[in-house]
């Protein structure tokens, strides 16, 4: 089983936090489309037949295109590979996207699930991060989704500088009367290249302090877990069933397919990166040739990935996998850090599994830390 990422690099405007490819340019759209449909047809064989168990559109803001583009990849998806009955449809959307009409389409089309890039409730903070929609329109959206949709899923960010543990309580108490089966949480990372980088540097802004992150991750778990979230992921909520089978796919180190710029795809060996700039990887495509990078892992790498991965998930580090996979036995190799963590509270065993206890899920970055080879 594997699954497709497809990357829709055009946004409206560039969120304050985001490092990611994308262009407000939409000027090359049908020809990037075109370009991505090349790129399919010249991987089809990537990844050996595996049937597809998801498909995912991320971007970017993929609802922003329009619907016929995504109908159209889809089809060509299903025309190159072996696609799974009850295969998982993702599309990241923007809450001032979300017309009836895009939501109609896009079921047609096969999508079945939505991702929903509300962030915050807050119109200041919405203003501040540089979002293009308000309260209202996210709200709004939640709702259209609700009645047309059975699975989607609501993207939200604490520790935004400015942002308080009541208003965050408030947005997500507003947010769980719509029962989204599943909820994104991700602490606001301030990463190179951004405008709140530059803001940081100039003392514009401050970092939100530790101590007010922890307490809004706390009471957003608390919130959740009260009304029968599951924390599958450190980011992610879901109501029994409700897992992203796309997302799970990357933690359990499934195959996947990477499709337009800047994409990443995995074959169990390498791990390879399409050339993050539309006009050359339309260019490269139109020529037949894939502009990507590709690097093999090592034992050590696949090894530290395993760790760094199954810590921040309910699955924990798999030890049984370590050993038929890498030849790695961590509870033997490891066996003194190992005992001092659990000693600290940090982590338990349970059979062949290493997983974080309540303490050590605020710490996963100093138990991977510590874990790796
Ligand atoms: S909408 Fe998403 S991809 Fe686009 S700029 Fe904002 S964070 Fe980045």
């Not at 989607?152 to 500088?161: A, C, K, M, Q, V």
């Not at 530790?210 to 992921?233: A, D, G, S, V």
């Not at 199954?310 to 030849?327: F, S």
Request: proline share 2%; hydrophobic share 35%; net charge positive.
């Amino acid at each position: 089983m594997s699954g497709i990422y497809i990357h829709i690099p055009f946004c409206k405007k560039k969120c304050h936090y985001c490092d990611f490819y994308i262009t407000l340019n939409k000027n090359n759209v049908s020809k990037l489309i075109e370009a991505i449909k090349f790129e399919l047809i010249l991987r089809k064989n990537f990844l050996n037949k595996n049937s597809i168990e998801t498909i995912y559109f991320g971007g970017g803001t993929p609802s922003m295109i329009s619907p016929n583009y995504i109908g159209n990849i889809i089809k060509e998806i299903k025309n190159n590979f072996s696609v799974n009955s009850n295969i998982e449809i993702t599309i990241e959307a923007n809450p001032d996207d979300i017309s009836l009409d895009n939501l109609l389409k896009w079921k047609k089309y096969g999508i079945n699930r939505i991702s929903l890039g509300v962030q915050t409730l807050n119109d200041n903070l919405l203003n501040f991060i540089n979002r293009s929609h308000n309260k209202k329109t996210a709200i709004a959206s939640i709702k259209k989704i609700s009645e047309h949709y059975d699975n989607f899923s609501i993207d939200l960010i604490y520790g935004i500088p400015g942002n308080r543990y009541d208003k965050l309580k408030n947005d997500i108490k507003e947010i769980i009367k719509f029962n989204p089966p599943h909820i994104s949480a991700y602490n606001l990372t301030i990463e190179k290249k951004t405008v709140f980088y530059n803001w940081l540097k100039n003392n514009i802004i401050k970092k939100e302090k530790e101590r007010e992150i922890i307490k809004q991750f706390n009471l957003l778990k608390n919130i959740l877990e009260k009304e029968e979230y599951i924390q599958y992921e450190t980011s992610s909520f879901c109501k029994k069933g409700y897992e992203s089978k796309h997302n799970s796919g990357y933690w359990k180190r499934k195959k996947y397919l990477g499709i337009g710029p800047s994409a990443h795809s995995f074959d169990g060996k390498y791990r390879s990166w399409n050339i993050s700039d539309n006009n050359k990887y339309i260019s490269a495509l139109n020529k037949r040739i894939i502009p990507n990078t590709e690097e093999k892992l090592s034992k050590k790498m696949k090894i530290n990935e395993i760790i760094m991965i199954g810590i921040r998930t309910k699955w924990g580090i798999d030890n049984k996998q370590l050993i038929t996979q890498l030849k790695y036995d961590i509870l033997k190799n490891q066996k003194n850090t190992i005992d001092k963590l659990i000693n600290d509270k940090l982590i338990y065993i349970n059979r062949t599994k290493i997983k974080a206890t309540k303490k050590g899920s605020i710490l996963l970055d100093y138990i991977a830390e510590k874990l790796l080879v």
